[in-house]
């Protein structure tokens, strides 16, 4: 059997390091990487580059690395949609890969915490500081930082000042968690309260 050429091996070592880079994104995504394989993305990367720039003679090697390159481009475009999703909180390609996990882990985490009408917020201190002690909690738990209670206190009387001189008696507001977020609206209620 013939010695194989740099060429081939070449070819060899470019399919062996995608082999490598694709069990490293999926071991990623898995969630047993901490961190996307970027040093064996830049490897495979650099030696497609180089083949792309030099003229491969042999129909079956140049046959050969078109194949590598197109299956390359299609992993990284994947990937990156993957990641994108990944950082974005939506479920990407490749949820139907975590058998053992559900379809949407951040759905059991969208909650209702904590919900308040106010007349006059100045009259109603205690119902003020509960919703006050609900949005700090809320958003300690995601890691953020609370708010002063007197720019919490400015903020819900301006908005209850607000909407009662559109004609609304009282103004609810609610302090919930959506997609590992903390939202804290307010919204008029009229004579019937409004079905969401």
Excluded: C
């Amino acid at each position: 059997m013939a010695e194989p050429t740099d060429v081939e091996r070449d070819l060899q070592r470019l399919e062996a390091e995608l082999k490598r880079l694709e069990a490293e994104y999926n071991m990623f995504f898995a969630g047993n990487l901490p961190k996307p394989p970027w040093e064996t993305r830049t490897r495979v990367e650099s030696l497609v580059k180089k083949f792309d720039r030099a003229y491969i003679q042999n129909y079956g090697d140049r046959f050969r690395f078109v194949t590598l390159q197109s299956r390359y481009a299609t992993f990284i475009d994947l990937w990156d949609r993957g990641l994108r999703a990944k950082e974005e909180g939506r479920s990407g390609p490749f949820v139907h890969m975590r058998a053992d996990k559900p379809a949407e882990p951040k759905r059991p985490t969208d909650k209702i915490l904590h919900v308040a009408s106010f007349k006059d917020p100045v009259k109603e201190a205690d119902k003020l500081r509960d919703l006050y002690h609900s949005l700090v909690e809320a958003r300690h738990e995601i890691g953020e930082e609370a708010i002063p209670f007197h720019k919490f206190a400015e903020l819900v009387k301006s908005q209850v000042k607000k909407l009662r001189q559109g004609g609304s008696p009282e103004v609810a507001f609610r302090v919930a968690v959506k997609d590992g977020k903390v939202n804290f609206t307010a919204r008029a209620l009229k004579g019937v309260k409004d079905k969401d």
